[in-house]
């Protein structure tokens, strides 16, 4: 992991990206706060950043910490760069910090492939498993139900089954954790601010051909 305050590289892509209007602190629950012209602005400021970041300098923030993390799967989720996919996949098995895992989740989602919930399925084989861990469970499972709604898909069905990992893991919880399908609708309403910021950037990318 690479630390920004001994990294100039990772502190000027912080500085463009990242930190400009609180912008790691509103992806996610904080966007749907939002007054419309703070909407307005916010989605056109995050479509310029995913239209101007270059996927090397995206690798860069993947590195860093949670902060960079985070805006940087916003920033892939708006330009559906596909190729981080795995890497995605990876950090959110990982879970080596805070925060960035809702972002992680945002991404595989508005990827919307089979190959997504794969790597979802994956996360909640491992960690379902692990009632002494709470980590991002609930909001994977409902963005997998997300996607099963999408893609027709039922990889839902065994994680929620009676008696199942997720009752199972539910068990031993001392506060319940927020219910999958609450998850799922606010994973439903993050992806619908990355279609309006896509929009936008598609926008964009069309201009600059024109």
Request: glycine share 8%; with cysteine.
């Amino acid at each position: 992991m690479r630390d920004v305050q001994s990294d100039p590289e990772l502190q000027d892509l912080v500085r463009r990206f990242v930190t400009p209007d609180r912008r790691y602190l509103r992806l996610g629950g904080g966007l749907l706060r939002l007054s419309s012209v703070e909407r307005s602005t916010f989605v056109r400021d995050l479509a310029q950043a995913a239209y101007d970041i270059t996927p090397a300098e995206l690798g860069i923030l993947f590195e860093g910490g949670w902060r960079e993390r985070k805006t940087a799967a916003w920033l892939v989720a708006v330009a559906h760069r596909t190729e981080f996919r795995d890497l995605i996949g990876r950090l959110l098995l990982a879970s080596e910090g805070p925060y960035a895992g809702a972002a992680y989740c945002v991404a595989l989602a508005k990827f919307g492939s089979a190959a997504d919930a794969a790597l979802l399925s994956a996360y909640l084989d491992h960690y379902l498993s692990r009632p002494d861990l709470d980590y991002d469970q609930a909001v994977v499972l409902g963005t997998l139900l997300y996607l099963d709604g999408a893609l027709g898909s039922d990889h839902t069905t065994r994680f929620l089954a009676p008696g199942g990992p997720w009752d199972r893991w539910l068990e031993v919880r001392v506060v319940a954790a927020l219910g999958p399908h609450n998850c799922r609708q606010a994973v439903q309403r993050l992806c619908a601010f990355v279609d309006e910021t896509a929009e936008i950037f598609a926008s964009l990318d069309c201009g600059s051909r024109s």
